[in-house]
C-alpha cells in the first residue's frame, strides 16, 4: 500500500465515522436519499449483481440487498470491510484497491464507484479505477460513479458561517487546481467539474454518460436553515428540487457531489 492510500486508511480509521455519516446533516440525508432514489431508478431489477467499489461501511450495500440484488463490497479500509459483514443484513465484503479489482472479467450487471474517485487525486488513478469497474462490469452493463463537485466546499462553507478570508482564498485556488489542501480539512481529495467527470468516464471507455447533480442546488439553504424555524420545510423543498433539477446542466455544479451513470459499450 502506497503512502497515499496509508493516509485515507488512517483517516477513516481514526479520524472518521464513515457509519454516521449520512445521517449527520441535511447536505448528508440529501445524498443518501438522492443516491439511493438514482439508484433505484437506473439499476436493473431485483436480482441483478452488483459490485459495490469503495462502498464504505456498507449502507449503500445494504440498502441494494433489502432490494433484491446481489451485492458484493470492495474497499481499503480494513475496519470498513468488518464493519460491512457484521450489518444487518449482512454484506460479502473484502479489502481491496479500486484500481486493482480482485473480481473477474464481466461479472457484474453493475459497478458503483461512489467513494473511491474522489480520494484520488491523480487523473491516471481515477481512469484505472474507471477502467476496472468497467473491466468487471458485462458488456451493456453501468457504471456509476460519485465525485465531489469542484464547488462543494466554498459553497458548504458559506452555508454554514464558516467562509473566512483563509477559506475564500482557498476557493479561488479550487477554481483551477481541484485538490484538497489537507490544512483545510478532509483527507487527500479531488474535486471535479462535470466536464472532467464526463471526460474520465468516456476516457474509460463508457457511453451515454449522464451526469446528475446529487442534492440538488438548494441543499445549502437546507444547511443555513438547519438551526431555524423551517427547517423540515427546507429540507422538503430543497429535495424536491433535487428530483426536479437532478440532471439540469445548467444546475449540475451547485450540488455537493455528481453521479456520473455510464454504459460499457457491447462489441
Same mark, same amino acid.
Given at each position: 500500500m502506497d503512502q497515499h492510500s496509508s493516509d485515507i486508511v488512517d483517516y477513516y480509521t /481514526?479520524? +472518521?465515522r464513515e457509519d454516521q455519516r449520512l445521517t449527520a446533516r441535511p447536505q448528508a440525508r440529501l445524498e443518501w436519499i438522492r443516491t439511493t432514489q438514482l439508484l433505484r431508478d437506473l439499476l436493473p431489477g431485483p436480482g441483478a449483481r452488483v459490485l459495490d467499489i469503495g462502498g464504505g461501511t456498507g449502507e449503500y450495500a445494504r440498502a441494494l440487498v433489502a432490494a433484491g440484488h446481489q451485492v458484493r463490497l470492495v474497499d481499503l479500509v480494513p475496519s470498513h470491510v =468488518? /464493519? %460491512? *459483514?457484521d450489518g444487518h443484513p449482512p454484506v460479502e465484503a473484502q479489502v481491496g484497491d479500486a484500481r486493482a479489482l480482485p473480481d473477474a472479467d464481466n461479472l457484474y450487471d453493475a459497478a458503483l464507484l461512489l467513494g473511491p474517485l474522489y480520494h484520488l487525486v491523480r487523473r491516471d488513478d481515477r481512469l /484505472? %479505477? $474507471?477502467r476496472e469497474a468497467v473491466r468487471v462490469t458485462r458488456p451493456g452493463g453501468l457504471v456509476v460513479a460519485a465525485v465531489i463537485s469542484r464547488f462543494a466546499g466554498p459553497l458548504d462553507f458559506a452555508a454554514t458561517g464558516r467562509l473566512d478570508g483563509r477559506l475564500l482564498d482557498e476557493a479561488r485556488a479550487l477554481l483551477s487546481d481541484g485538490v484538497n489542501d489537507l490544512r483545510i480539512g478532509f483527507t487527500h481529495a +479531488?474535486?471535479?467539474r462535470v466536464e472532467e467527470i464526463t471526460d474520465e468516464c468516456?476516457? %474509460?471507455g463508457l457511453t451515454d454518460v449522464v451526469v446528475h447533480g446529487v442534492e440538488g442546488p =438548494?441543499?445549502? =439553504?437546507a444547511e443555513a436553515a438547519a438551526n431555524g424555524p423551517a427547517p423540515d420545510a427546507v429540507f422538503a423543498a430543497a429535495l424536491d428540487l433535487a428530483r426536479l433539477y437532478s440532471s439540469e446542466p445548467a444546475l449540475i455544479s451547485a450540488s455537493a457531489? $455528481? $453521479?456520473? !451513470?455510464? *454504459? !460499457?459499450?457491447?462489441p
Amino acid at each position: 500500500m502506497d503512502q497515499h492510500s496509508s493516509d485515507i486508511v488512517d483517516y477513516y480509521t /481514526q479520524r +472518521y465515522r464513515e457509519d454516521q455519516r449520512l445521517t449527520a446533516r441535511p447536505q448528508a440525508r440529501l445524498e443518501w436519499i438522492r443516491t439511493t432514489q438514482l439508484l433505484r431508478d437506473l439499476l436493473p431489477g431485483p436480482g441483478a449483481r452488483v459490485l459495490d467499489i469503495g462502498g464504505g461501511t456498507g449502507e449503500y450495500a445494504r440498502a441494494l440487498v433489502a432490494a433484491g440484488h446481489q451485492v458484493r463490497l470492495v474497499d481499503l479500509v480494513p475496519s470498513h470491510v =468488518a /464493519q %460491512a *459483514r457484521d450489518g444487518h443484513p449482512p454484506v460479502e465484503a473484502q479489502v481491496g484497491d479500486a484500481r486493482a479489482l480482485p473480481d473477474a472479467d464481466n461479472l457484474y450487471d453493475a459497478a458503483l464507484l461512489l467513494g473511491p474517485l474522489y480520494h484520488l487525486v491523480r487523473r491516471d488513478d481515477r481512469l /484505472q %479505477a $474507471l477502467r476496472e469497474a468497467v473491466r468487471v462490469t458485462r458488456p451493456g452493463g453501468l457504471v456509476v460513479a460519485a465525485v465531489i463537485s469542484r464547488f462543494a466546499g466554498p459553497l458548504d462553507f458559506a452555508a454554514t458561517g464558516r467562509l473566512d478570508g483563509r477559506l475564500l482564498d482557498e476557493a479561488r485556488a479550487l477554481l483551477s487546481d481541484g485538490v484538497n489542501d489537507l490544512r483545510i480539512g478532509f483527507t487527500h481529495a +479531488y474535486f471535479h467539474r462535470v466536464e472532467e467527470i464526463t471526460d474520465e468516464c468516456a476516457a %474509460a471507455g463508457l457511453t451515454d454518460v449522464v451526469v446528475h447533480g446529487v442534492e440538488g442546488p =438548494a441543499w445549502t =439553504a437546507a444547511e443555513a436553515a438547519a438551526n431555524g424555524p423551517a427547517p423540515d420545510a427546507v429540507f422538503a423543498a430543497a429535495l424536491d428540487l433535487a428530483r426536479l433539477y437532478s440532471s439540469e446542466p445548467a444546475l449540475i455544479s451547485a450540488s455537493a457531489h $455528481l $453521479l456520473a !451513470v455510464g *454504459r !460499457v459499450p457491447t462489441p
